[in-house]
């Protein structure tokens, strides 16, 4: 009791569900598959490597051959030491290979055991390959390095060996503890001691957990399927899943309904180490969100409290904006009362913005397009991410980005035609794209357009005076012309004009006569001498300088 006041604690309002906490000694534990990332360089032969090891072909049907979501596979491998022994597995996690989806690979890694890093024999270390090998080397898993396509003629693998060493990866060629394998995902070349490879680094890690207990994992991704609804691929950590199961993910829940492997088969329970896909969520979860198991009463109330936290966090965020709103007004009335000129007074203040939509196929693309797209931008324009979603473009997809007056990205979705003729209408711009270079160019682009354009001044010719002349005109004005010669570059009528005295200007504006023998013209050349008179000044002095020049509309760079 403080102050007079009894402190009122609500235990309810706290409640959450939280993973259960690690077992003191893990080495009675069962041992699990060891969880497997490919990573590397756009083309590298990543996905036809894997393609491979599970004899599908997946390569074929994607988008400049880019793995565009994180798909989770088992491969069977022969125990190891025992061959009568149970069949062994290892979960390989295919993660894009382009540099925007780093956000989708560093949650990859997170969950990961042991890391591939596929370098291609003909290609070398590449941007992607070094922002894996700093992964690696923040993050504790194990590194198993596959040098791919040696089949091809010509190439030289102790290049890229060599290479790999001057990266601070010490291979066991040069005898240091990394195992370099060289593969070819064509023709299966060293896959078998490939596998052989990751299984006896996994029996080193000792990989265990429990099988029973509480579900600990992670979706992997997360899409809306014809027929199931929304579905998501969960990784398990600890613990085991099974159907009829409640689920708690982020601000969503699930009784699970259907489990499903990487074939589409029905799995009767997930343990450790497995990747399924689970149907039965009320709404879609986002990828990289942990999956917690528990009591449904228990779920219910934790989601509640979710909920509720994410709406306070979101109301003191609406409020921030609303004083940072009413504080701007109330900046732009006061300049306005001071300002005498209206269109400075009515010159927007703050960086402008290009609104997006981004549709996606699953959460984990639209998770990582989001990424990419928000850091394109500088002070005086930038990307605002209005609202993303999973699926095809739908009419109030039309009309949110219309509220906005935003730009629709479909990445990798179809876009139905009554909603193009609808965006058409409502000239709403839709951006479609399933490769994320493209896009990235295009919304770079479009950021462009909204930077103020760059004047730039081109100096196109100069005068220097050498005598002053008083012309009478009408009544009793007279009228200052200079007697100039031409120093450089050609002193043109149509250009405008700055008088240039002791290394200061003292007036700009434009040529009012150019005469040369008493003829007019439009301009004087080099080494010539002329008579020039400049509109509104009247204040020449033998020894200024002349400098005609030319304003150039330039676009703004980012």
């Keep these: 009791m403080e102050f007079n006041r009894n402190p009122v604690v609500n235990d309810e309002a706290a409640f959450d569900i939280y993973p259960p906490p690690l077992p003191a000694d893990s080495s009675t534990l069962p041992s699990r ?3 497997v990332t490919i990573m590397g360089h756009v083309d590298h032969g990543k996905t036809t490597l894997l393609d491979t090891l599970r004899s599908t072909s997946v390569a074929k049907g994607e988008a400049g051959g880019i793995t565009q979501h994180i798909g989770a596979f088992s491969v069977p491998v022969p125990a190891s030491g025992d061959s009568s022994g149970p069949p062994r597995t290892i979960t390989f996690l295919d993660t894009p ?3 925007a989806f780093s956000a989708m690979r560093a949650r990859g890694a997170s969950v990961t055991d042991v890391v591939v890093l596929v370098v291609a024999a003909d290609d070398g270390i590449m941007p992607q390959t070094r922002e894996v090998i700093e992964l690696v080397k923040k993050s504790n898993v194990g590194l198993v390095v596959a040098i791919n396509k040696v089949d091809k003629p010509g190439v030289d693998i102790s290049k890229v060996e060599n290479a790999l060493l001057g990266e601070g990866i010490q291979l066991e060629t040069f005898g240091g503890d990394v195992p370099v394998v060289h593969v070819s995902g064509l023709t299966g070349q060293g896959l078998d001691q490939l596998v052989e490879t990751i299984s006896a680094l996994a029996e080193m890690q000792d990989l265990r957990a429990e099988r029973e207990g509480t579900l600990h994992g992670y979706v992997l991704e997360s899409k809306v399927a014809k027929g199931l609804g929304p579905v998501g691929t969960v990784l398990v950590l600890r613990g085991n899943l099974k159907p009829g199961q409640h689920l708690i ?8 309904r259907l489990l499903s492997d990487h074939n589409g088969k029905a799995v009767k329970v997930a343990y450790p180490g497995m990747a399924v896909t689970v149907s039965g969520w009320k709404e879609l979860p986002n990828a990289g969100d942990e999956v917690l198991t528990g009591p449904e009463a228990d779920i219910k109330k934790a989601l509640a409290n979710r909920i509720r936290k994410a709406e306070i966090e979101a109301s003191l965020l609406d409020l921030e904006a609303i004083n940072e709103q009413r504080r701007s007004e109330r900046e732009k009335r006061e300049a306005e009362e001071d300002e005498e000129s209206t269109e400075a007074a009515e010159a927007p203040t703050g960086p402008k913005e290009l609104r997006l939509v981004i549709k996606g196929d699953v959460s984990g693309t639209v998770e990582a397009v989001k990424g ?9 324009a930038r990307v605002k991410i ?3 979603g999973v699926g ?3 009419e109030s997809d039309i009309l949110r980005a219309k509220t906005a007056r935003g730009t629709i990205i479909a990445f990798n979705v179809k876009t139905p035609r009554s909603v193009e003729n609808e965006a058409q209408s409502q000239h709403v711009p839709i951006l479609t794209s399933s490769v994320i270079y493209k896009l990235m160019d295009e919304v770079k682009a479009r950021v462009i357009e909204l930077l103020p354009p760059v004047i730039e001044k081109r100096v196109t ?6 005598q002053l002349f008083d012309i009478h005109v009408k009544g009793k004005k007279t009228k200052q012309v200079g007697g100039c010669r031409v120093s450089n570059g050609v002193v043109a009528k149509d ?3 700055r008088v240039i005295r002791n290394g200061q200007i003292v007036h700009e504006g434009r040529l009012e006569t150019l005469k040369q023998h008493k003829n007019d013209v439009m301009e004087i050349g080099k080494g010539s001498e002329c008579g020039l008179n400049l509109a509104d000044f009247n204040d020449l002095r033998v020894g200024d300088t002349i400098e005609m020049y030319e304003e150039v509309t330039l676009p703004g760079t980012l």
Excluded: W
Aim: aromatic share 0%; with cysteine; glycine share 14%.
């Design 372 to 380: 990419a797209v928000e850091g394109i931008g500088n002070d005086l």
């Design 386 to 388: 209005v609202s993303t």
């Design 97 to 99: 290979g382009h540099a």
């Design 495 to 497: 250009k405008i004009a």
């Design 461 to 466: 010719g100069q005068a220097t005076v050498l």
């Design 392 to 394: 095809d473009v739908t």
């Design 249 to 256: 993910c982020g601000m969503t829940s699930a009784k699970v």
């Design 33 to 35: 598959p060891p969880v």
